[in-house]
């Protein structure tokens, strides 16, 4: 008996036979262009997309894909879909809106039913996209800003690019790249021992205000150990001279 044929549409098989935006962008061309460059890895596709810093808008995409020919027509699709929206309606999309563009009949599946799981991956690198973008942004003006004419801050020229990255994001953004840190070094260890700790407020980009939760509260290396582990860390991850300072006054 021979094995049945997996069907895919035409349009699938244009778009994984010969995709116009697989590749790379780089910082330089960004830089040139005044653009942001956001990045974004997951699993067997990697995402660069152009963004004009003025309106948040998708100016181009492109992609690298690592597995099948699923993957190869799943990244062109997305990288042509995405162009001229917003940042937040190029990361609304989901892998159903993909899957649907490259049916050749509105009623017919483009895929087979054993490769739709390939489409689940969409979100999941458009949210890393979303997250990546107040960085790329802040890398974007904070390069434009060099160039500008004389007038600039004294002592400008000798911050690397990731700390000016840093100086040129707003409190909210900031508290949310301290948490992403937080998240992934931190709070597992104090969360282990019944601890936590809370962001309240950044002052300046330098003064980081933090609340001890649970544990952390009582514990003896609140003021010692665990803030100076707390602190060296951000200062590695993100700005050499953060400064921590814990809120004693509430505790939970």
């Given at each position: 008996m021979s094995v049945t044929e997996e069907k895919f549409s035409e349009k699938f098989e244009a778009a994984a036979k010969s995709p116009k935006h697989r590749g790379?962008?780089?910082?330089?061309?960004?830089?040139?262009?005044?653009?942001?460059?956001?990045?974004?890895?997951f699993k067997d596709m990697k995402l660069y997309?152009?963004?004009d810093v003025a309106e948040d808008r998708v100016y181009s995409a492109k992609f690298f894909a690592y597995g099948g020919k699923v993957s190869v027509a799943i990244g062109e699709t997305l990288s042509?879909?995405?162009q001229n929206l917003t940042l937040d309606e190029a990361c609304s999309l989901l892998g159903a809106d993909i899957e649907r563009a490259l049916r050749d009949d509105p009623d017919e599946p483009a895929v087979p039913e054993s490769k739709k799981l390939a489409f689940g991956n969409v979100p999941e690198l458009l949210k890393l996209i979303k997250e990546n973008y107040p960085s790329a942004?802040?890398?974007?003006?904070?390069?434009?800003?060099?160039?500008?004419?004389?007038?600039?801050?004294?002592?400008?020229?000798?911050?690397?690019?990731?700390?000016?990255?840093?100086?040129?994001?707003n409190e909210e953004e900031q508290i949310q790249q301290i948490n992403i840190v937080l998240d992934a070094k931190v709070r597992p260890a104090l969360m282990n021992d019944g601890g936590n700790v809370q962001v309240q407020e950044v002052v300046d980009g330098e003064k980081v205000i933090i609340q001890y939760q649970g544990a952390c509260g009582s514990c003896a290396t609140s003021m010692g150990g665990t803030?100076?582990?707390?602190?060296?860390?951000?200062?590695r991850e993100i700005y050499k001279d953060l400064q921590v300072t814990p809120n004693m006054d509430m505790t939970f």
């Open positions: 790379a962008y780089y910082q330089e061309e960004a830089t040139e262009k005044g653009m942001a460059l956001v990045e974004a890895k997309w152009l963004v042509t879909m995405v942004k802040a890398v974007a003006l904070a390069a434009a800003g060099i160039n500008k004419e004389e007038g600039k801050p004294a002592g400008i020229k000798e911050l690397t690019m990731q700390e000016q990255a840093w100086m040129g994001l803030l100076s582990f707390i602190e060296q860390t951000l200062r």
